[in-house]
T-cell receptor, first 109, second 115 residues
């Protein structure tokens, strides 16, 4: 079956660094997406990885290991506005996104 | 560039009543998705359109849900009759495949409450 696993909730301190992990199992693979979703709002696109390695985009970076079925989202210099849910989604061979349940990130002052 | 537009943003109805949601995708995006999202969960695909053709509706409860995308642009999702368990956020997304990338962009969603 197809499956995405990510932690339910994480807590971090303002100004610190946090890493949100995601493991996936899909029928075929056409990339790994990370989305941010603030409470009561729609998911917004953060990053896309299809090749192994680290993609850096400002304070956010995303890493992919296809052989391990593993990805992480790294958030640096955390700000209070980063409090949100972070959704990991893998695209299968039919270009369908398989979604995780999301990781709720709580930032404390 | 305008994003995905959805209406209404909120809807409260009594069970057994009909309800309809409307979506206008990003201009030029040929793929349109309807998702359902419950609190604390990821989006669940209901139906995917490639232009006006429904290419994946395997998760759509066809006894009460229907959708259409006339002319391959706007789309409407309907529930008739609504049940208590249909209370959720209904998200519309659109995408346009660029090589290997097919990034989905979401509208603000419609929060449905069935009483």
């Amino acid at each position: 079956g197809q499956n995405i696993d990510q932690p339910t909730e994480m807590t971090a301190t303002e100004g610190a660094i946090v890493q949100i992990n995601c493991t996936y199992q899909t029928s075929g693979f056409n990339g790994l997406f990370w989305y941010q979703q603030h409470a009561g709002e729609a998911p917004t696109f953060l990053s896309y990885n299809v090749l192994d390695g680290l993609e850096e985009k400002g304070r956010f970076s995303s890493f992919l290991s296809r052989s391990k079925g593993y990805s992480y989202l790294l958030l640096k210099e955390l700000q209070m506005k980063d409090s949100a849910s972070y959704l990991c989604a893998a695209m299968d061979s039919n270009y369908q996104l398989i979604w995780g349940a999301g990781t709720k990130l709580i930032i404390k002052p | 560039e305008a994003g995905v537009v959805q209406s209404p943003r909120y809807k409260i109805i009594e069970k057994k009543q009909p309800v309809a949601f409307w979506c206008n995708p990003i201009s030029g995006h040929n793929t349109l998705y309807w998702y359902l999202q419950n609190l604390g969960q990821g989006p669940e695909l209901l139906i995917r359109y490639e232009n006006e053709e429904a290419v994946d509706d395997s998760q759509l409860p066809k006894d009460r849900f229907s959708a259409e995308r006339l002319k391959g642009v706007d789309s409407t999702l309907k529930i008739q009759p609504a049940e208590l368990g249909d209370s959720a956020v209904y998200l519309c997304a659109s995408s346009s495949r660029q090589g290997e990338t097919d990034t989905q962009y979401f509208g603000p969603g419609t929060r449905l409450t069935v009483l």
